[in-house]
């Protein structure tokens, strides 16, 4: 090897290698980005059967799911003793309004009879909750 021309092959090797080295750099980043991705695509589709099959063994109880709604919702109109309108206190009172409910809370704002009155519509899942309610027998308890 001509002793000039050293130097001129210790850069193009140095490049060379820096070259690669990048180059396997790029690729690596590459391949752990797509299995990131990859991974987080599989995990999004993963749910817990656990939740799942909990939630279709509860049924919607009175006590526990409608009364807390009935009176965050309903009130002061229909809770007594401030309330004028007919009073929703009590399971009896519910049960056996809840097809007049259903129709009501159904309704948009601008609609006639919508409730709850001077306030926003119920979100479609509270409004199922109520419709699970009535398919579940109207429980109490």
């Given at each position: 090897?001509?002793?000039?021309?050293?130097?001129?092959?210790?850069?193009?090797?140095?490049?060379?290698?820096?070259?690669?080295?990048?180059l396997l750099l790029l690729r690596m980043k590459k391949t752990c980005l797509f299995l990131v991705v990859l991974f987080a695509l599989i995990l999004q589709f993963c749910t817990s059967t656990y939740k799942a099959i909990s939630r279709k063994n509860r049924k919607v109880t009175y006590v526990n799911n409608i009364q807390p709604i009935v009176m965050n919702?309903?009130?002061?109109?229909?809770?007594?003793?401030?309330?004028?309108?007919?009073?929703?206190?009590?399971?009896?009172?519910?049960k056996a309004s809840v097809d007049s409910m259903l129709i009501r809370i159904r309704?948009?704002?601008?609609?006639?009879?919508?409730?709850?009155?001077?306030?926003?519509?119920?979100?479609?899942?509270?409004?199922?909750?109520?419709?699970?309610?009535?398919?579940?027998?109207?429980?109490?308890?």
């Open positions: 090897m001509n002793k000039r021309l050293y130097p001129f092959y210790q850069i193009h090797y140095l490049f060379q290698n820096v070259f690669v080295t990048n919702s309903c009130s002061p109109c229909h809770i007594l003793p401030e309330g004028k309108k007919k009073a929703y206190n009590t399971y009896a009172a519910v309704k948009n704002p601008n609609e006639k009879g919508f409730m709850p009155a001077r306030s926003p519509k119920l979100s479609d899942s509270t409004i199922n909750i109520f419709v699970q309610w009535k398919k579940d027998g109207l429980l109490e308890r």
